[in-house]
């Protein structure tokens, strides 16, 4: 059987809108030139055109934020504690959750800022045809998926909220993911609800839904689109960082066929 696999990672780069501008990337590249006085400064008595072609080597220096390009939200973001115990860091977690069936939820006709509760998601579970199972990995596709790169990207695109994350959770998931900037409904919609309202529960509210039990996401996918609602795996392993609140993952699906 062949094996295709789909990247569903955005790119980290400069000059991409797809974060508040405290979180861009800010990628430094020194190329072969550059560094071919710093290679040779490793070795007393060589120069620069000692060294093939007068070449150094190709090497980046990255300042960015753990929550920046395609990354797994650990519990310990949400809140210090869930479901009565110690909130566990991106480092603590089993690396089990981070690879399984995958299940897409088509939301991109939803308005932008729009909160999917358990209905909705109960309705596309029926209209796929698939029950969850305990370790499905469940990604939404959202209308902020095709906006990614643009200036509105973290305006657009429909959020979970705490009903609908405590569906997902109960069922016995434990990872699911989002194209949106965030897995809530974005900040601006919010921030408007809550002025008309002064209700200040719905604020990150689908995050908050950790502390009453345990979960990952992924935020800002791509290429949800290319996607089935079923038939693939994900495997959305984050990178080992020591007591960190998220670890940055090259997110794949993965089909066999």
């Known amino acids: 059987m062949a094996r295709r696999i789909v990247d569903l990672s955005v790119p980290l ?61 650990a519990p310990w973001h949400y809140h210090p504690t869930a479901a009565g115990a110690p909130a566990p860091t991106i480092d603590a ?6 690879f399984g069936p995958g299940v897409k939820l088509d ?7 729009y909160v999917v509760g358990a209905a909705e998601i109960a309705a596309e579970l029926a209209r796929i045809g698939h029950v969850l199972t305990p370790g499905d990995i469940v990604v939404v596709n959202t ?38 900037w965030s897995w809530d409904a974005p900040f601006r919609h919010t921030a408007a609800r809550f002025a008309a309202t002064g209700d200040a529960a719905i604020i990150w509210e689908g995050h908050k839904a950790g502390r009453e039990a345990p979960y990952c996401q992924i935020e800002k996918l791509h290429n949800l689109e290319a996607l089935p609602p079923t038939g693939f795996e994900i495997a959305c392993f984050p990178v080992k960082l020591h007591r960190a609140s998220a670890g940055w993952t090259r997110a794949v699906a993965i089909f066999t066929e």
């Not at 977690?93 to 981070?98: A, T, V």
């Not at 939301?107 to 800022?113: E, I, Q």
């Not at 902020?144 to 009903?163: L, N, Q």
Request: charged share 20%; proline share 9%; aromatic share 8%.
């Open 13 to 73: 780069q400069n000059g991409v809108p797809a974060d508040p501008p405290r979180n861009l990337v800010q990628i430094e590249y020194t190329d072969h030139d550059q560094s071919a006085p710093l290679v040779a400064g490793l070795f007393p008595g060589l120069a620069p055109a000692d060294l093939p072609e007068g070449k150094g080597w190709a090497v980046e220096q990255v300042r960015l934020s753990t929550h920046t390009g395609t990354h797994v939200d």
């Open 107 to 113: 939301f991109r006709h939803l308005p932008d800022g």
């Open 143 to 180: 209308a902020a998926g095709a906006r990614y790169g643009a200036p509105d990207y973290m305006d657009r695109g429909c959020g979970m909220g705490r009903e609908a994350t405590l569906f997902l959770t109960g069922a016995g998931v434990r990872v699911v993911g989002t194209d949106g």
């Open 93 to 98: 977690l089993p690396l089990e959750w981070f």
